[in-house]
Each structure stands twice: as structure tokens, then as C-alpha cells.
């Protein structure tokens, strides 16, 4: 039968994974770190998934598909509840849920206490003014909210003498680029580091800022800094 149904252009798809969390059907999974469609009669057509994409990568085209499967979609998401603890229907590889073993060591003799090198607020990237003195000159770090739980001098290494915003590309559902386009455009922005996790939903927040440098129109240095689950920066 011809209905509407989802179109993936690989080109586009970042590996965030904010489609398939979005998608309650379960038709989206992610395969080698990109967004597929795993069956058509899973997908409704309903256009759920279309709002979390970042990257818009997600259209929906009429074509000749298996009618939606409604029963199908039920029976699957019961069989899932009696999957392994630690797999989550999104599929997503930055959402398993993972034990991280640590050497016991001997505690420290006591110093004192480190300062917080956090330069401005708010931090967050929904919340933070487009426009503020303390961007004039900045050196921008664009964060992943994981990072500085994984990486244990996040502040010291990172945050010290930058400017900090911070987001989740997977768990907020907006597009980052805009407002960093707007941030990058209408002040004098020194640099960029953007700082993530190697989990593939990470490589939401390097794509906004990518987008942004781009469509701001303005040729400032800028790297990418990857974490690892491990709390090490990767090569």
C-alpha cells in the first residue's frame, strides 16, 4: 500500500540518537552509529520523531510500505521488557546502562580546597543570554553535560579562562545551532573548544556547533575534545 512513512538521509544523521528515543514504536534503531529504519510496519507515520532531529535529517515521503502493525509494535515492546538489564528501547549505545570499575586507592592527604573556575552564569545553553558583557573577547567552551562528571578536572583543564555552555543534544529538545549561530554572530568570540563524550548521541552538540561557525559567517579556530566513559580524553 502506499502511506507515509519515514525517510533517513544518512548524509545528514549525526548518530545522536534523538529520533529513535523519540520514536515509541521502536521503528528507529541505531546501526553503526547512524539512525535506520528497522521495519516499516512499525513506523505510524505520525511524524513523532520528526521535531528531535538536529540535524534535519528526518523527512516523511509517501511510498509503497507494509501497513502499520500495531500489534507487531506491542509484541515487540513486551519482549524488550524481558531483555537484559542495561539495553533501553532507543537502541542508543550512550543511553546503556554500564558498571565503571575503579582501583580503590588510598585517600589523600588532605589539601585545600579547589576553587571553582566557572567565569559566568547561567551555563546553561537554553538559559544563557545571547548578548553579555562576558562574551566580548571569550574564549567559548561548548560542553556536554556529561563530561564534567566523567572527566575529573573538567574545571581546571577546561572551564579555567573560557566562557562555559552546556547541553544535552539527546535529552533537550531544541536545536542548539540557532542560538549558538545568534552567540557567535553578535559577539567577540576569541574561540571554540567544544568538549563531548564518545557516546554517538554526543555528536549532536560538535554538529550545532559546526553549524554555527558556519552559518554565523566568521572564521574563528575552534577543536573538539572527546571523553571517554572511562574519564579519559581520547586521541
Known amino acids: 500500500m502506499i502511506r507515509k512513512i519515514i525517510h533517513i538521509d544518512q548524509e545528514k544523521c549525526n548518530g545522536c540518537g534523538a529520533c529513535a528515543a523519540a520514536c515509541h514504536e521502536g521503528a528507529i534503531g541505531m546501526v553503526d552509529g547512524k539512525a535506520r529504519l528497522l521495519r516499516d510496519d512499525y513506523c505510524d507515520g505520525l511524524e513523532d520523531c520528526l ?76 538559559l544563557v543570554p545571547v548578548r553579555a558583557p562576558y562574551f566580548d573577547g571569550a574564549r567559548l567552551l561548548v560542553a556536554a553535560d556529561c563530561t564534567a562528571y566523567a572527566y575529573a578536572r573538567f574545571h581546571q583543564d577546561f572551564i579555567r579562562g573560557h566562557i562555559t555552555l552546556v547541553g544535552c543534544p539527546k535529552l533537550d529538545s531544541v536545536d542548539y545551532s540557532e542560538k549558538l549561530t545568534e552567540i557567535i554572530a553578535q559577539n567577540d568570540i576569541k574561540s571554540v573548544t567544544v568538549v563531548r563524550m564518545e557516546v554517538p548521541c554526543c555528536g549532536g552538540i560538535e554538529a550545532a556547533v559546526r553549524n554555527a561557525l558556519q552559518a554565523s559567517g566568521k572564521c574563528i579556530p575552534w577543536q573538539v575534545v572527546t571523553i571517554s566513559t572511562q574519564g579519559t580524553i581520547l586521541p
Do not use: N
Open 51 to 126: 521535531p528531535a532531529c538536529p540535524t534535519g535529517a528526518i523527512t516523511f515521503v509517501e511510498r509503497e510500505a507494509a501497513p502499520y502493525d500495531e500489534a507487531a509494535v506491542l509484541a515487540a515492546k513486551a519482549g524488550k521488557a524481558h531483555e537484559r538489564h542495561g539495553t533501553l528501547p532507543c537502541g542508543c549505545p550512550g543511553s546503556q546502562a554500564r558498571a565503571l570499575r575503579r582501583e580503590v586507592k588510598p585517600a589523600a592527604a588532605p589539601t585545600a580546597p579547589q576553587e571553582s573556575e566557572l567565569m559566568q552564569w547561567p551555563v546553561q545553553i537554553k
